[in-house]
């Protein structure tokens, strides 16, 4: 089953000309905490701030995905606040469907959905009366009754979003972000705590509406669903974009030829053991878990065999054995770095 995404008005205008989300060397400065401060006092600017945009340019365009990726702190809620018009920026621009987005009027915010990690919902309200009393304030809701039952909402409508789980809510703030059939929409950690059957769900919701023109801008921590449902990708580290492209180009970062092989065996095992240094060919062998490993690079048909050449001396048979391209999460973890922050 599928929901009317747009309207013929809302089509014209998601088929407009250029860019939905403009933005160029968009900066933004924060008074830091003394922690901070303290431990941080190369990145503060010459007056003290702590400048946690710097300099981002990013395009977000009609009828595309584009996720933006980044470590807490790296810089993409403050900028998405920004192309919201919830902060001002201290220089470059924004343009959101052609206008500034700071202290935009009315008519422009009703082309703009959100959906925020934490809901924002009433917490005493009710899911479906909830979304009618917001389907009221546009003048082209969505179909209200098709929704609630695409998305389950009708099966815990009983409930206040207060005692809602948390894939509840967010199936209820997704419904409450497209209602009014939005030109941008904006996901922040839209597939989070959802079951696998509402997951899939809400990849067929944002796969229409990116048919339909909708331009999407999506931030998320779950690697794997950014890259089966992006087109284009951002990645920012402290406050800048360090890459960006469509998602084939994003995974092609770094060398088309590299691969990632996953195996289990032995505690202790070093590229040494089975692969003479000479012929390693620049290949990383990392143990993720103890007798878990990952050799990462351009991976060959001689490493293979040495790796079942030294398995067959040893009479083992590994319980995993995966050769696969470079995902996203690779890419991510190399420009980002693996430590907690």
């Given amino acids: 089953m599928t929901i009317p995404v747009l309207s013929h008005q809302n089509s014209a205008r998601a088929s407009a000309p250029g860019p939905a989300l403009l933005i160029n060397s968009l900066v933004k400065e924060f008074k830091p ?9 190369h990145r503060l600017t010459e007056d003290g701030l702590h400048r946690a945009v710097d300099g981002v340019n990013l395009t977000i365009n009609r009828g595309e995905v584009t996720v933006l990726l980044g470590a807490n702190g790296a810089g993409k809620t403050t900028t998405l606040a920004c192309a919201q018009g919830l902060l001002k920026p201290d220089g470059g621009s924004v343009e959101l469907l ?23 919902l009433p917490q005493h309200m009710r ?40 894939g509840q809510k967010q199936r209820v703030a997704l419904a409450a972000a497209i209602i009014g059939q939005p030109e941008l929409l904006f996901l922040d950690e839209p597939t989070a705590g959802l079951d696998p059957q509402s997951r899939s769900v809400v990849f067929d919701i944002i796969s229409e509406l990116r048919d339909a023109g909708v331009a999407i801008a999506l931030t998320t921590h779950l690697l794997d669903d950014a890259q089966r449902i992006a087109d284009r990708v951002f990645m920012i580290k402290r ?12 995974l092609a970062a770094g060398g088309k030829n590299q691969q990632t092989l996953t195996f289990t065996g032995g505690t202790g095992l070093q590229l040494v053991d089975f692969l003479p240094q000479a012929q390693s060919d620049g290949l990383v062998l990392l143990e993720k ?35 696969a391209p470079r995902t996203l999460e690779d890419i991510f973890l190399e420009l980002s770095g693996n430590e907690i922050r």
């Fill in 33 to 41: 905490s003394k922690e901070f401060a303290a431990k941080n006092p």
């Fill in 98 to 120: 052609g206008s500034s987005p700071w202290g935009a009027s009315p008519e422009l915010r009703s082309r703009v959905g959100i959906m925020l990690q934490d809901g924002g």
């Fill in 127 to 166: 899911p479906i009366p909830l979304l009618r009393h917001i389907a009221r304030m546009y003048a082209q809701p969505l179909d209200l009754d098709a929704l609630v039952k695409r998305l389950g909402i009708d099966t815990f409508n009983g409930t206040t979003v207060r005692r809602l789980s948390g």
């Fill in 239 to 250: 406050g800048t974009v360090v890459l960006s492209g469509s998602m084939a180009e994003v």
């Fill in 289 to 323: 878990a103890a007798g878990r490993y990952e050799i990462s690079g351009d991976i060959k048909p001689h490493h293979l065999v040495a790796l079942t050449n030294y398995w067959q001396k040893l009479g083992a048979i590994p319980t995993e054995f995966t050769l």
